[in-house]
């Protein structure tokens, strides 16, 4: 072979062998997806996450605003004295009416340590602010204890802000002469503030057991619960009040708070496990609250995989190791902190879990930045949390995280379906040469040919494929090993045997017609027309990698069959066409060899065919 055709042949190898199209092909499968996931209310901030959704394993999710509606409302007033009020409407309603007086020492403590505000809005009230303030506001504002006169007979001197750290809020007062301070937040928390209750009958002896009692009651009925003290400090001269001041303060009640559960919410949990996918709920509420929230969104777990923030720190004190036996196992995880987050995040890591991370507020943004996929909420997020997600969800809901993961199933799939398809045809001309040449036969196809091979055959075909639908079960597979690379056992066989059958068959076809005495020209145009419907066939194998190729949905992509249709019609017209038949030296062919050649590629689809059927079948032992 002189020189030169060895140096255009080298060329023409390298151009078949050589996937050029796999870039373009990968970025327009992931904007297909992002496109797709944005019309399912998941707006993707980073390209990645499109196929990086689809791959996790694991959702570590928030409670407020993601499984509920983040739109909480007071429903119960329980007193220190163990009275009850039920506020089921505006106004609300109350079945035994306890002390008045203290029913407004309650809502001085809710009001007064409040940042939210309510604005009348065409006779409406409309809050802005944190949604357990303006839920205390509404309720404060209904009972008659919002009003400004308030404010103006308490001027604030100080106040200690809410802080998952602390948690808990408080206000310090100037009032006759003296320093008033009001508490509310964690209900433990506040206990160990107080040492005295206030009753119908005045101030009286703290009974925590008993408070405690009333505290799960609530709770356990799925509400967020949220306590209240009050108390009267000594002046400084400094004017510095901070949480050392906080103590010996009276206990004054809880107020049972629900934030109803997404309708959606149940069925997608279901799908999550029915596609493998473990979910974890991460909150700062009440263990109690947290478990009852959780089974009622359908989560299942046990008591034992119920953990607070307390049992979290241990770990961590006991090192990495024990940190990770404890997260292997837990699936609850009650109050605990925007640091305990992360560790929990970074131990499913450790674990070998994709982790999703889902949230809302300033503090979950550690855990949404270092997850291997955050999302974060789009209506009532904040900007923070916004700024480190890849996902943002514009509806606030859980469900569309797992219409998201589908989308991103798909598009993991459609990237293989390219991969598929590109590299086995390239493999296959590389392999028809590998057969050729060694057995002194001639160069099976000129240099000019395999370009025009690949152009014809890959020029849209493979972009196409990235607009697949799917095969509709996406959700009832388990989703990938983290380290499962993507040329796996699965697709190295689909490609080895495509390669058999097209790079096999061509040399067969090649080698048989040079001996029937065709021309090497001639022998070459049939090979070339061959190869072009081998590789037409092999795109439509790829469009599923376990389905039939004559499953329902054959016309679910009409842009890949066009592309098809105009690739073969385009290499017609070439045989056809004076000039450029010329430069490919190809031409017509007869309608017998027509039906040989249809005949012989229809092999690469039955082969596909029974490989698929391998695939599905199912394993024994």
């Not at 329980?78 to 079945?95: I, N, R, V, Y």
Request: charged share 20%; with cysteine; net charge neutral.
């Amino acid at each position: 072979m002189a020189p030169g055709q060895l140096f255009m042949m080298a060329v023409g190898l390298a151009v078949s062998a050589i996937p050029e199209g796999l870039p373009v092909a990968i970025s327009v499968t992931l904007a297909i997806g992002m496109r797709r996931m944005a019309r399912a209310h998941v707006i993707v901030r980073r390209m990645p996450a499109v196929e990086a959704l689809g791959s996790c394993t694991v959702i570590a999710t928030d409670k407020t605003g993601t499984l509920t509606r983040n739109e909480l409302v007071v429903t119960t007033l329980a007193l220190a004295d163990g009275a009850t009020l039920a506020c089921d409407g505006d106004p609300p309603s109350a079945a035994a009416q306890p002390d008045r007086a203290s029913i407004e020492a309650l809502l001085e403590a809710a009001v007064l340590p409040n940042e939210a505000r309510l604005v009348a809005v065409h006779g409406k009230w409309q809050g802005s602010g944190d949604g357990v303030d303006v839920a205390l506001l509404r309720l404060a504002r209904a009972l008659g204890g919002a009003d400004d006169s308030l404010s103006q007979a308490y001027p604030r001197v100080a106040r200690v802000p809410y802080e998952p750290e602390r948690a808990y809020a408080a206000s310090f007062h100037e009032h006759h002469g003296g320093i008033h301070v009001f508490v509310k937040g964690a209900a433990e928390t506040l206990l160990g503030m107080c040492s005295h209750s206030l009753g119908r009958q005045g101030v009286g002896a703290l009974d925590r057991d008993a408070l405690l009692r009333m505290k799960n009651e609530l709770a356990a009925q799925g509400l967020r619960v949220l306590a209240f003290a009050r108390g009267t400090i000594a002046r400084r001269s400094d004017g510095r009040y901070d949480d050392a001041s906080l103590s010996g303060l009276t206990f004054l009640g809880f107020a049972g708070m629900k934030d109803p559960l997404r309708v959606e919410v149940p069925a997608a949990i279901r799908q999550c496990y029915q596609a493998g996918i473990e979910v974890c709920v991460l909150t700062g509420d009440d263990p109690v609250t947290a478990t009852a929230i959780a089974r009622q969104a359908g989560m299942v777990f046990t008591p034992q995989q119920v953990v607070t923030g307390d049992l979290v720190r241990q770990a961590e004190a006991g090192g990495l190791d024990e940190l990770d036996r404890l997260v292997r196992v837990a699936r609850v995880y009650a109050r605990v902190k925007p640091a305990q987050k992360l560790a929990i995040v970074l131990a499913l890591g450790r674990l070998g879990h994709f982790v999703a991370v889902t949230g809302d507020g300033v503090n979950d943004a550690p855990a949404l930045k270092h997850a291997h996929v955050g999302v974060a909420m789009g209506g009532k997020g904040t900007e923070l949390a916004k700024e480190n997600a890849d996902i943002i969800l514009t509806d606030d809901n859980f469900a569309s995280i797992v219409r998201g993961i589908q989308e991103g199933r798909i598009a993991y799939g459609n990237i293989r379906k390219v991969v598929i398809m590109l590299v086995s045809t390239g493999a296959a001309e590389v392999a028809l040469f590998l057969l050729a040449i060694p057995l002194g036969l001639p160069m099976p196809l000129l240099p000019t040919q395999l370009l025009w091979l690949n152009l014809v055959t890959n020029g849209i075909q493979d972009v196409a494929l990235a607009a697949e639908r799917g095969d509709g079960d996406e959700l009832s597979r388990p989703p990938r090993k983290p380290a499962e690379p993507i040329f796996d056992r699965a697709l190295m066989r689909k490609v080895w045997c495509a390669v058999a059958v097209m790079g096999g068959g061509g040399f067969v076809t090649f080698h048989w017609l040079l001996a029937q005495g065709y021309t090497e020209q001639h022998a070459r145009n049939l090979l070339l027309l061959l190869f072009v419907l081998f590789e037409n066939f092999q795109v439509l194998n790829s469009r599923s990698e376990r389905g039939s190729l004559f499953r329902p949905g054959f016309w679910s992509n009409p842009l890949l069959l066009t592309g098809i249709a105009a690739a073969q019609g385009l290499h017609i017209a070439a045989m056809y066409m004076p000039g450029l038949s010329g430069i490919l030296q190809v031409g017509p062919v007869s309608w017998a060899e027509w039906m040989v050649l249809l005949a012989l590629a229809s092999v690469a689809v039955w082969a596909a065919e029974l490989e698929k059927w391998w695939a599905r079948r199912p394993r024994t032992g």
